[in-house]
């Protein structure tokens, strides 16, 4: 590994990205440093970062990178979220083993310390509007508790491997902060699946008055019948009632399977909490049926005219494609015919990373599950899930 780089460049890019998380989304080849199981089917990768690629791999304790892999001879992408506070010169992300996950079944069973894999530079929104970390100044959060007479307070609902962000928020938060305080409820099917549980164990012990872990267990009783069990709508109910205080919490991360999340996410808002301070972050839609990639698949134009022309802006070049109408395919599929390089991860409108700004032309997108209200306001759509509806519609991916 290469000698530790100065922080101070990482600390301006960072300050420079810490208003919206978002970056031009770029692959670099990156080596593992390590892999090390954390329970049976889950590991943490760690990669390293050349001295030259610190500044395009700093990020806010949230974010994610997507992996590029070929295996069994074909690409496959996947997004997995970083689950260590920020560290120069290394990224760590953890991986639970999908039945029949191509990618994380590989990387639990094959991949080693020594491979290298292709890593985006991190991504996504799932981060806090509170400056909470020492590469973004913590004093501006002192100075906020300060200013509200009372400490930063964070709740965090997560399952299975949804605490992989959560991981790297509640690192950062408490160590930057000698007041902010933060709850975990964490939900499983039993005490072996529970992921990073030593490192858990270790901050609890490490902020015993600032940090609570909740484990919800649906396959293991406990003693108490609240934490034994499924999260459903009474649970959840009974977990604000008497283990979180709803009305004191700054914001809320809701990260794990589409049903929980959506759950979280409408109790709240029927108990008046503001959508803003409401960050969410999804494994998957839930539908089986939600494709998980996509690689430009063989579309030609019509040679009677029947199609849509979509225009595009990429790294300040602009390229256009017709999509014929009849195929009713995404902005996303036809602007990869033209440009291999456009970005995307999962193509299943969960990660956010094909994101782009319509500056014309109607439009009609299927699904959303990354983009917030402000984002959607302002022209901002999932290329993935967005078709055209009128003759011409151009968008802009450096927007």
């Known amino acids: 590994m290469s000698e530790t780089p100065d922080t101070s460049a990482v600390e301006e890019a960072t300050e420079a990205s810490a208003g919206d998380g978002k970056r031009r989304a770029t692959f670099n080849t990156l080596a593992v440093s390590e892999v090390r199981k954390l329970t049976p089917d889950s590991v ?13 791999y700093n990020y806010l304790p949230g974010q994610y990178v997507a992996i590029r892999a070929q295996i069994n001879g074909h690409e496959v992408r996947r997004s997995y979220s970083i689950c260590a506070d920020p560290t120069p010169g290394e990224i760590r992300v953890a991986i639970k083993k999908d039945m029949g996950g191509v990618f994380s079944t590989w990387a639990n069973e094959q991949l080693a310390a020594g491979d290298t894999l292709d890593v985006m530079n991190p991504q996504g929104a799932f981060t806090s509007k509170v400056n909470i970390t020492s590469m973004n100044d913590p004093e501006k959060l002192a100075e906020r508790e300060v200013a509200k007479k009372r400490n930063v307070h964070l709740v965090a609902f997560a399952a299975g491997s949804g605490i992989t962000p959560i991981m790297a928020i509640a690192r950062a938060l408490l160590r930057a902060s000698d007041t902010a305080a933060m709850d975990v409820i964490y939900a499983n099917r039993s005490s072996m699946d529970v992921m990073f549980a030593a490192e858990l164990g270790d901050l609890k012990d490490k902020y015993p008055a600032r940090l609570a872990v909740h484990h919800v267990l649906s396959r293991e009783q406990r003693i108490s019948p609240l934490m034994s069990g499924r999260i459903d709508h009474d649970k959840l109910e009974e977990l604000l009632d008497h283990v979180v205080q709803v009305d004191s919490t700054d914001e809320w991360f809701l990260c794990g399977p589409f049903e929980l999340v959506q759950l979280c996410r409408d109790v709240l808002k029927e108990r008046g909490v503001d959508e803003s301070r409401v960050r969410y972050e999804l494994f ?6 939600t494709p998980q990639g996509q690689q430009g698949r063989m579309v030609k134009a019509d040679p009677k005219g029947e199609n849509y022309e979509i225009v595009f802006t990429l790294d300040g070049t602009s390229a256009q494609v017709k999509s014929p109408k009849s195929a009713a395919e995404t902005v996303l599929n036809a602007a990869l015919r033209v440009r291999p390089d456009v970005p995307f991860a999962c193509a299943g409108g969960v990660c956010g990373t094909c994101r782009a700004k319509v500056t014309s032309g109607e439009f009609e997108m299927e699904e959303n599950f990354a983009l917030e209200k402000d984002e959607l306001d302002a022209g901002y759509v999932l290329t993935c899930q967005t078709r055209p509806t009128s003759d011409r519609l151009s968008v802009d991916f450096d927007a």
């Open 284 to 289: 998957t839609t839930g539908k089986p049926t």
């Open 44 to 56: 943490e990768v760690t990669f390293e970062v050349p001295e030259d690629l610190v500044a395009d």
